[in-house]
């Protein structure tokens, strides 16, 4: 393993580039980090709709959390890939197909953990805001997401290590990313698939296991912060650790 490792490190990192497209293990981190930055407005914006005193627009928000969460995103892959040219009305590469897959994917995964956060917030927040001449928005802009978002921070990790292990399903259309780049060396070496493969999956969790460690500290951190107001005498909420599958 070691001599893959001296002999083929770079493609393992990068992939082929600067002589080819970005791949490897940054690109599944970049891939993972997009996914998630453009996911999470969406999910916003979903848990807004499944809270929303509007019934359409809660049946709505319902459906697609419903619909995607019930998809293996296997599916969903494949409908990014061969719906998002038809709707944009031209051809995309992979490393946008699965960027989208996974937006559409965990949008609906993090919205169920931000509507929780807000939901274990105190109603004295809302109305408390209300009293004070806040709209609506200005309510759940102002007051109500930035505590529900920190209530869910662990879970948006949690989430984040999901989806970094979710994008090894872009070996499926080429995306150039970690597995896609294992590949490409077990390829070369022919006679080595269990240790090519052994890297990957020891780097795979080495990963992953830094980053849940990071949410349990977090989730630790959030309860001592929680458990200090309510001594002051505010009261408490629940906390949302892991959206429910």
Known sequence: ?????????????????PNGPLGGLVATLLVAICG??????????????????????????????????GTPFLMVIFWSYFGLPILLG????????????????????LAEAIRAGIEALPRGQREAARALGLNYWQTMGLVILPQALFNALPS????????????????VISVNEFTFAAAQVNNQLLTKPVQVFSILALTFFAVCFTLTQTARRLERIVARRRNGMAKDGEPTALLATEPTP
């Open 36 to 69: 998630l930055g453009l996911a999470l407005p969406c999910a916003m914006a979903i848990a807004l709709g499944r809270i929303s005193p509007y019934m359409p627009v809660r049946i709505a928000a319902a459906f697609v959390v419903h619909t995607v969460r």
């Open 90 to 109: 031209r051809p995309i590469n992979g490393f946008v197909t699965l960027v989208g897959a996974l937006v559409l994917y965990e949008s609906a995964y």
């Open 156 to 171: 948006l990790l949690t989430q984040f290590v999901s989806l970094i292990k979710e994008t090894s399903l872009g070996y």
């Open 1 to 17: 393993m070691l001599d893959i490792l001296r002999e083929y490190w770079l493609l393992f990192l990068v992939g082929q580039y």
